[in-house]
Nanobody
């Protein structure tokens, strides 16, 4: 059983930065977020080995996904945060190759989430 645990969330003012972490596997891994009253939204994905990354347009240029397989850790560096980035952030993993990366349905494993709050 794969267990994913996120950390690093918190409260920050607009324009600030946070780095989220998640216990990683060797699988394709991604970050999603969900704000109150909204559907879960894909943020970013990285393939096994870290050679390819994908980003939602809403975070492109501000967020960076990375992984350190020696430390079994997945990261999401979030810069230039905006109030609309406020959400619970989840890491997710799927065995095998990355495909349909923005669909939550292709990820079999999920963490419990870490809250990010950005104030204006």
């Amino acid at each position: 059983q794969v267990q994913l645990v996120e950390s690093g969330g918190g409260s920050v003012q607009a324009g600030g930065s946070l780095r989220l972490s998640c216990t990683a596997t060797s699988y394709c891994m991604g970050w999603f977020r969900q704000a109150p009253g909204k559907e879960r939204e894909w943020v970013s994905t990285i393939n096994s080995g870290g050679s390819t990354t994908w980003y939602a347009d809403s975070v492109k240029g501000r967020f960076t996904i990375s992984r350190d397989d020696a430390k079994n850790t997945l990261y999401l560096q979030m810069n230039a945060l905006k109030p609309e980035d406020t959400a619970m952030y989840y890491c997710a993993a799927r065995r095998g190759y990355c495909y349909a990366v923005s669909s939550p349905d292709v990820y079999a494993y999920w963490g419990q989430g870490t809250q990010v709050t950005v104030s204006s």
